[in-house]
């Protein structure tokens, strides 16, 4: 059961941390904004369950455990837009890269999206309903966004006002199936929790291919 305080604590840390992370991200270009990203996530990464720990929320760590293998390897998701289908773009930051197309701080920069979904919507009366509206208003802000902030952009599809319309239906999807999951395994034996989070990415993957074969 979720303690009431959940939703204040869990949105006094994400609006703290946005605080702190926007105005940075906007005001660097090439490799300092890659390695302030790398800090970033990281920060975001050791933070969130520490935070979580010393408030009393057990909870916090153990959905951030379970999205973690999911962060880790939906770039991999990534790498495929750009390698095979040629549909996304990273600026280079100076930062490492999964394969050469990927950033690496983006293992840990998907965690923070997707958390916030699973963990705000889980505390609504209809918690797939709010993952799905959540999470497509969020996409849409990130895809929009990723432009100016220099962090991705899309390139050969269609799009409105400055982001691609084909991913939005898989990342959606993405968040209901990782609800879905981590309602069902989040007593479960870690490795169930493991297994369900590299058939996302696969799932997650395969829509994507569908979403732009049929959108475009």
């Known amino acids: 059961m979720l303690r009431s305080d959940s939703f204040r604590d869990a949105l006094i840390f994400h609006a703290g941390f946005f605080a702190i992370a926007m105005p940075i991200a906007l005001s ?3 490799s300092a904004l890659g390695s302030a990203l790398v800090v970033m996530v990281l920060g975001y990464n050791i933070a969130l369950p520490l935070t979580g720990k010393s408030r009393g929320h057990a909870q916090w760590t153990r959905l951030w455990l379970f999205l973690l293998p999911l962060s880790l390897t939906l770039p991999f998701a990534d790498w495929v837009l750009v390698e095979l289908m040629g549909t996304l ?3 280079d930051h100076g930062i490492p890269r999964l394969g050469g197309a990927v950033p690496v701080y983006f293992m840990g920069l998907w965690i923070i999206l997707l958390w916030m979904v699973l963990w705000f919507a889980q505390l609504t009366p209809r918690p797939y309903f709010a993952a799905a509206l959540i999470s497509f208003a969020g996409f849409i802000f990130w895809e929009w966004a990723a432009r100016p902030m220099a ?3 899309a390139v050969d599809v269609n799009q409105i006002a400055g982001f691609a319309l ?3 239906i ?13 309602r069902l395994l989040h007593n479960k034996p870690r490795h169930q929790q493991i ?4 058939g996302l990415t ?3 993957t395969g829509a994507l291919a569908l979403s732009l074969l049929w959108i475009g």
Do not use: D, M, Q, R
Not at 170 to 179: H, I, S, T
Not at 195 to 198: D, E, K, N, P, Y
């Open 89 to 91: 773009i990273f600026p």
């Open 202 to 204: 696969t799932f997650y």
């Open 166 to 168: 084909y991913p939005l």
């Open 195 to 198: 297994v369900a989070a590299l």
């Open 28 to 30: 660097l270009k090439g």
């Open 170 to 182: 898989p990342e959606v999807l993405l968040c209901l199936c990782a609800l879905y999951f981590w």
């Open 151 to 153: 962090l991705w952009h």
